[in-house]
């Protein structure tokens, strides 16, 4: 018996267009149908970042102190240099921070502390940045101790302790301090941009307590020292201020140019002695070429000579000149500043103008805050009452009250007494 030998399956006959089919069938199938395996596809999660914990503080970064910088220059046994000590306190000086400013402090007066490569020189200028450190942040009392304890000074820590004395508002101590300081003759004193604005102090505080001898006694060391045309303004507002009108005259010719801030303290002072024709001319001359710009202060520089010149043309009756500088104001701007229009209506009723007055009158209080137009209320009823017209007065008071500004009760008394009720 012989076995059988296995035959091969016959080979399969199929047309191009069956094969065709074929594929067709079997790709919709696929596509009707998916297979498991291809319709599941790997999911990859993308990768969160860890949630902060509780502990882990959100806000803003803390910026290092001083006393940690000192921390640091311990721990690597580093010195610690003059310019490494004034950064710190300037620092302190700049953030208002007294508490690591006296840290500092006590640092340095540590009796162990070694400090490399610091002279003389460098010890004061530290103790003028402590110094400058403690006035800076209103510890006034810290800053006189710390001087008072200075075995060596400079004009800057002399400098440093007056004008922190004299912004506290003790003229008379800086006075004190400035004469201690003179007689001390410690250093020399050379005309510095420092000297000058201690002079400065001096003759400001001059002005402000009265003392005429001391002021001239100034004028003739910044003279010697060659610092007399810097602080004309100054000197003019010394002499003027103590109703010295010639020497406030003399160094106002002395100023090329003279600032406008000189040309008002020599015009009201001319006012305040009754010399309108010279207060007339300053301004004729000084205020030909007046503009008013960006600068607040020279404005009210402006403002306030104008309201002088106003004030006497009323007290001296001289009209027309009080137009002249009514219409000055109005060119440069100035007619509805509140102390030029107050002067304005005071001076038009002064000359039986009613009219005139009202008009500045309405032009001001619709310009400025309520708070600020008490003294050109006042000025409108006083001008009705010295002109008889008693009814517009009360008018004008009750209106007054109406838009919420308290009278005074001087004027008050005068509308009560002039309608006699």
């Known amino acids: 018996m012989y076995a059988k030998t296995p035959t091969k399956p016959p080979p399969l006959k199929c047309t191009v267009a069956g094969a065709?089919?074929?594929?067709?069938?079997?790709?919709?199938?696929?596509?009707?149908?998916?297979?498991?395996?291809?319709r599941q596809r790997p999911h990859y999660k993308t990768p969160q970042p860890p949630k902060p914990s509780a502990n882990i503080n959100s806000g803003a970064e803390e910026k290092a102190t001083a006393s940690d910088v000192l921390r640091l220059l311990d721990t690597l046994q580093l010195p610690v240099d003059a310019d490494t000590y004034?950064?710190?306190?300037?620092?302190?000086?700049?953030?208002?921070?007294?508490?690591?400013?006296?840290?500092?402090?006590?640092?340095?007066?540590?009796?162990?502390?070694?400090?490399?490569?610091?002279?003389?020189?460098?010890?004061?200028?530290?103790?003028?940045?402590?110094l400058l450190m403690y006035a800076a942040c209103d510890r006034p009392e810290i800053a006189r101790k710390l001087f008072d304890g200075m075995p060596m000074r400079n004009l800057s820590s002399w400098a440093t302790v007056i004008c922190g004395t004299f912004d506290r508002g003790d003229r008379r101590e800086a006075i004190a301090l400035f004469l201690d300081m003179m007689e001390s003759k410690s250093f020399a004193v050379e005309p510095t941009d420092t000297l000058a604005v201690l002079v400065t102090v001096m003759i400001r505080s001059c002005g402000q307590?009265?003392?005429?001898?001391?002021?001239?006694?100034?004028?003739?060391?910044?003279?010697?020292?060659?610092?007399?045309?810097?602080?004309?303004?100054?000197?003019?507002?010394?002499y003027a201020e103590l109703s010295y009108v010639e020497s406030a005259r003399k160094v106002f010719d002395s100023m090329l140019p003279a600032t406008m801030t000189a040309c008002t303290c020599l015009i009201r002072a001319y006012c305040r002695k009754g010399r309108l024709k010279e207060a007339l001319c300053v301004f004729g001359d000084t205020f030909c070429v007046m503009r008013l710009d960006d600068d607040e202060k020279k404005n009210e520089s402006v403002s306030?000579?104008?309201?002088?010149?106003?004030?006497?043309?009323?007290?001296?009756?001289?009209?027309?000149?009080?137009?002249?500088?009514?219409?000055?104001?109005?060119?440069?701007?100035?007619?509805?500043?509140?102390?030029?229009?107050?002067?304005?209506?005071?001076?038009?009723?002064?000359?039986?103008?009613?009219?005139?007055?009202?008009?500045?009158?309405?032009?001001?209080?619709?310009?400025?805050?309520?708070?600020?137009?008490?003294?050109?209320?006042?000025?409108?009823?006083?001008?009705?009452?010295?002109?008889?017209?008693?009814?517009?007065?009360?008018?004008?008071?009750?209106?007054?009250?109406?838009?919420?500004?308290e009278p005074l009760e001087s004027v008050v008394s005068r509308v009560m007494m002039a309608c006699g009720s």
């Not at 001239?216 to 004309?232: C, D, N, R, S």
Request: net charge positive; glycine share 10%.
């Open 86 to 130: 004034s950064s710190l306190i300037k620092e302190c000086t700049s953030s208002g921070d007294a508490v690591e400013g006296a840290r500092v402090h006590a640092r340095i007066n540590r009796p162990k502390e070694k400090r490399s490569g610091c002279s003389k020189r460098d010890l004061v200028g530290i103790a003028n940045r402590l």
């Open 209 to 238: 307590t009265g003392e005429l001898s001391l002021g001239k006694q100034i004028h003739g060391f910044a003279i010697k020292t060659a610092m007399a045309a810097e602080l004309g303004t100054c000197l003019v507002r010394l």
């Open 20 to 38: 065709h089919r074929s594929i067709s069938r079997t790709i919709t199938c696929t596509s009707a149908n998916p297979s498991p395996i291809l």
């Open 304 to 405: 306030s000579a104008i309201s002088s010149i106003i004030g006497g043309c009323a007290k001296r009756k001289r009209k027309f000149c009080g137009q002249q500088v009514h219409a000055r104001a109005i060119k440069v701007g100035l007619e509805c500043d509140l102390y030029v229009g107050t002067s304005l209506v005071n001076m038009y009723g002064r000359f039986g103008l009613l009219d005139d007055a009202r008009r500045a009158f309405e032009f001001v209080c619709g310009k400025n805050n309520k708070e600020k137009d008490v003294a050109c209320w006042n000025a409108m009823i006083t001008s009705y009452i010295r002109n008889g017209c008693f009814t517009e007065a009360e008018k004008t008071l009750y209106l007054m009250k109406a838009a919420g500004i």
